[in-house]
């Protein structure tokens, strides 16, 4: 009944609109932020439900006790100030940033050297097509696909090696490899899909500029200094935000191989909270940890936005 | 959400001493419909999926639904299930995990089941009953099944290297030597030019098989590890057991065990800890590349598996008092405080529990049965496999178990033992610096 009895209603305010000029633009913007509103609704209720309340709570669970049976116990900033005296926490950033930056910095170079590639040389679907492969496999079975083959008594890599006369290497049991071997697993996961985001911005890059280059006689190295890394930069600034913040999260390659051994070389931040949760009960705790990296994540982003200019291109 | 646990906790509670009063018979007129049954080992779910059927046969009004999940999936799927209220009516419980959900009030305590329904708990195997009291004298569980720690070694590995069976079935063990055990070991290991680990020019960086296989550092506990050495010297885990308050990772007797223990990956006996993230020990084993593995009860059915490989079980090695010792480890199923059907789950628990059921998980030969007379029957069922399983049944009989250590913040005591064994077992720390750990996992309780 509603409905039909306030059906009539929008015409109406639509002929009041044409009838002054003044207040038409008024109306309009009022009407558009209702069907924006209409539009954006259904996105509303799953940004509110699935990160505006789950990250209030988290952040309120992050000053209390929490062993999930029971009830959260408020102990004020307690969590935190063990946090900044908890040696395991200290080590877990330390492992994490190493991490990122072996997974960050190969990532993109890699993929920029694929993106290069695809752009010039490797025209055929097919082979473009290829090199997402390995992002359509799910993380796990990619994790545990390399846990095998770098097995140290029965994998295939190690076979190789020792035919090959050389000691054999205990990829993801020995402190010094297991977070390069994660990292590298996850840069031949990731390094595709990232090379496909920025091959999408060289695409983006007009060909008239290139050929100016060309006609002024500049080397391939300068054109690609002085003119693709610089048009290229916003869509890069884009993929480093999203793969470091990405990077910082890894968590299931972890969970799968090593679960943070040998002793704490590959505790990455997110396993230390994993563990700290669900194996230890202490969900207080690990809510203030999460908080933390959820600062820190926040703060890397900004700053990679704010020095890098992400937001403004060259082009104009 | 939680108010409504508490509610249903209740009622549970209610519910269950109503029909208690009124006396076992009218008990079971309240006893119907389907109740959840969860259990994390795949190879025991024909045996307990025949338990249920016979058990509705029984009982047609009550129907028994049971799921297996893998042991990792198996205690977050739980927990969470406590929160949201679908956590199983009854479930495969285990020492290490219960005393924190009794803490928690998720479990139901069986006290007025054993009472009413007249259950004898003299049936069971000695001990086992008693692991499931609470300090405040709550009983939390009935007991399923219990398992020892052996030797499964590669027959023709040791037959390779000259030694007897019979020999492998008399070794003694000390921390300084290592005894005629760490001998056999030692002529176990062959490196890739042939000559064996007692022999001169022995290459300890290129092994070809190893004597000992290693699975892991054995955390706090050392299970299958470590811990039927360090008890032959008397040491226990804590100051008390059950329900200890201090541990004794200080004391020289268990740190000198370790020091041993990881001695032998330094001789080139045992493989590198950083090794044996990968592949599991049994694998390694299946493959050829150890000769002899310490191991559970449970891991029978595995071992005996590996084609192209002849399995035999020796019993752990004497100590120097010429006593053998293996921990003694038993599951038992417990009921969820919250169950909508506490009648119906305490019969289902009473039948698991009961010589009927466990019969039958003795004829499958997967598994040792807790009552004492379904052991044996476990035990001649594995004797027509052509198993014998005296290596781990000898432990009962000569009462030379000691109890899986139970105490709260079993996880927490893990997530400081784990990394502190794992240090010294890579080398990277002396047993000494156990003693610190030590300090760490003692301030949990105070």
């Known amino acids: 009944m509603t409905t039909i009895t306030k059906l009539p209603d929008p015409p109406a305010g639509g002929t009041k609109k044409a009838g002054t000029s003044a207040p038409v633009r008024n109306g309009r913007g009022i009407g558009d932020l209702k069907m924006a509103l209409v539009f954006i609704f259904p996105a509303m209720i799953g940004f509110v439900v699935f990160f505006l309340i789950p990250t209030i709570r988290g952040i309120y669970l992050s000053f209390t006790e929490y062993s999930i049976l029971g009830d959260p116990t408020w102990i004020g900033l307690e969590n935190y100030t063990s946090i900044f005296t908890d040696e395991l926490f200290w080590n877990s950033m330390a492992v994490t940033v190493q991490y990122v930056a072996i997974n960050i910095g190969f990532q993109t170079v890699i993929a920029l050297g694929l993106a290069l590639l695809m752009h010039r040389v490797a025209k055929s679907t097919f082979i473009r097509g290829a090199l997402l492969l390995p992002f359509l496999v799910a993380n796990v079975i990619v994790a545990l696909l390399w846990f095998w083959m770098l097995d140290y008594q029965l994998g295939i890599v190690n076979e190789i090696i020792s035919w090959t006369g050389l000691p054999r290497i205990a990829f993801f049991g020995s402190e010094q490899w297991a977070i390069p071997t994660i990292a590298a697993v996850n840069v031949w996961r990731h390094m595709g899909y990232t090379a496909l985001l920025i091959f999408a911005g060289l695409q983006a890059i007009p060909q008239h500029v290139y050929e100016v280059a060309s006609l002024d006689g500049a080397s391939p190295a300068r054109t690609f200094w002085g003119i693709t890394i610089p048009l290229l930069r916003p869509v890069l600034v884009l993929v480093l935000v999203v793969t470091v913040i990405g990077s910082f999260q890894v968590f299931d390659t972890v969970a799968v191989t090593t679960a943070g051994g040998p002793i704490n070389a590959s505790r990455v931040i997110q396993m230390y909270i994993y563990q700290k949760a669900f194996t230890e009960s202490d969900f207080g705790y690990a809510s203030a ?23 403004e291109s060259d082009l104009d | 959400m939680k108010k409504s646990i508490g509610a249903v906790a209740a009622a549970a509670a209610i519910a269950l001493s109503l029909s208690a009063c009124g ?8 006893a119907k419909g389907e109740i959840n049954y969860w259990l994390w080992d795949a190879n025991q779910l024909p045996a307990y999926q025949q338990c249920a059927d016979d058990f509705t046969k029984a009982n047609p009004d009550i129907k028994v639904k049971v799921t297996q999940r893998g042991w990792d999936d198996y205690w977050t799927t739980l927990t969470n299930g406590f929160v949201a209220g679908t956590a199983p009516d009854v479930f495969t419980n285990h020492l290490a995990k219960y005393p924190e959900f009794a803490t928690k009030k998720q479990l139901l305590a069986l006290d007025d089941a054993v009472k009413n329904d007249k259950l004898d708990l003299e049936i069971y195997n000695k001990g086992l009953t008693d692991l499931w009291v609470t300090e405040d004298g709550k009983r939390y569980g009935l007991p399923k099944d219990w398992d020892t720690i052996a030797l499964f070694y590669n027959k023709k590995l040791i037959a390779d290297a000259g030694y007897t069976e019979e020999q492998l079935k008399g070794l003694d063990w000390n921390p300084q030597d290592g005894g005629s055990y760490e001998k056999a070991i030692a002529h176990l290991t062959v490196d890739k030019n042939g000559k064996r680990g007692d022999e001169a020019g022995f290459d300890k960086n290129n092994v070809a098989v190893y004597g000992l296989g290693l699975e892991n550092s054995g955390g706090g506990d ?29 004391d020289p007797k268990f740190q000198e065990t370790i020091a041993w223990w990881s001695g032998l990956a330094d001789k080139g006996y045992m493989p590198k800890l950083e090794t044996t993230v990968g592949a ?4 390694n084993f299946g493959a050829g590349k150890a000769a002899i593995n310490t191991n559970g009860s449970w891991m029978i059915g595995q071992y005996t598996s590996y084609k192209g490989v002849e399995t035999g079980i020796a019993p752990t090695p004497k100590g120097p008092d010429g006593k053998r010792a293996s921990m003694f480890n038993g599951l038992a199923d417990s009921i969820w405080a919250g169950t909508k059907n506490p009648a119906a789950s305490v019969k289902w628990v009473e039948y698991l529990s009961s010589t009927a059921c466990q019969d039958v998980v003795a004829s499958k030969a997967v598994v040792f049965p807790a009552i004492s007379t379904s052991s044996e029957k476990a035990a001649k ?9 005296s290596a781990f049944t000898t432990h009962v ?12 913040n079993s996880a927490k005591v893990t997530g400081i033992m784990k990394p502190a064994m794992d240090a010294v077992l890579s080398g990277k720390k002396p047993a000494s610096s156990l003693s610190q750990a030590n300090d760490q996992v003692n301030a949990l309780f105070k």
């Open chain 2, 280 to 283: 599991s020990v049994a694998d």
């Open chain 2, 397 to 408: 009989k000569d009462e030379t178990t000691f109890l899986f250590p139970i105490a709260d």
């Open chain 2, 23 to 30: 006396g076992s018979a009218p008990a079971s007129t309240e």
């Open chain 2, 381 to 389: 069922a594995f004797a027509d496999k052509g198993i014998d399983v």
């Open chain 2, 222 to 250: 050392g299970q299958t590890q470590w811990s039927f050495l360090s008890a032959t010297l008397g040491w226990t885990h804590t100051d008390k057991n059950p329900w200890g308050k201090e541990f004794n990772y200080d």
């Open chain 1, 289 to 311: 940890l999460s908080v933390i990296l959820f600062v820190i994540l926040a703060l890397v982003a900004f700053i990679q936005m704010k020095f890098l200019k992400g937001n």
